[in-house]
């Protein structure tokens, strides 16, 4: 059973700091890109923040680079998206999401949620004061 599970959000004050975890199960997670999306209260979800792809190689879109960063444990099947100087806009609900790279040996960047075939129940962050 393909699974992934989301953890580590949580409240935080602007500027601080959050480690999110994406821990799979049920696939081999050396063949899958994955992604961290958000959607924002009574927003539509945006494209992918960060991806990793299975080639080792990763992706932070304009609005989040050098403030999120994205890694990947392939000992624990676990992607991670480290995220600093947090501001309130930062608040949403963060979920993961995995999609098969033997197509393209993880050569290409997907960032639209259609692309990803499987997806995590999210997890809330909150930056407030």
């Known amino acids: 059973q393909v699974q992934l599970v989301e953890s580590g959000g949580g409240l935080v004050q602007p500027g601080g700091s959050l480690r999110l975890s994406c821990t799979a199960s049920g696939f081999n997670l050396d063949y899958y890109s994955i992604a961290w999306f958000r959607q924002a209260p009574g927003k539509e979800r945006e494209g992918a923040l960060c991806?990793?792809?299975?080639?080792?190689?990763?992706f932070c879109g304009d609005f989040v680079k050098g403030r999120f960063t994205i890694s990947r444990n392939k000992t624990k099947s676990t992607v991670y998206l480290q995220m600093d100087s947090l501001k309130p806009e930062d608040t949403a609900v963060y979920s993961c999401?995995?999609?098969?790279?033997?197509?393209?040996?993880?050569?290409?960047?997907?960032?639209?949620?259609?692309?990803?075939?499987?997806w995590g129940q999210g997890t809330q962050v909150t930056v407030s004061s």
């Open positions: 991806v990793s792809s299975s080639d080792g190689t990763s």
């Open positions: 999401a995995a999609r098969s790279d033997l197509a393209d040996g993880g050569s290409i960047y997907y960032v639209m949620e259609y692309e990803y075939q499987y």
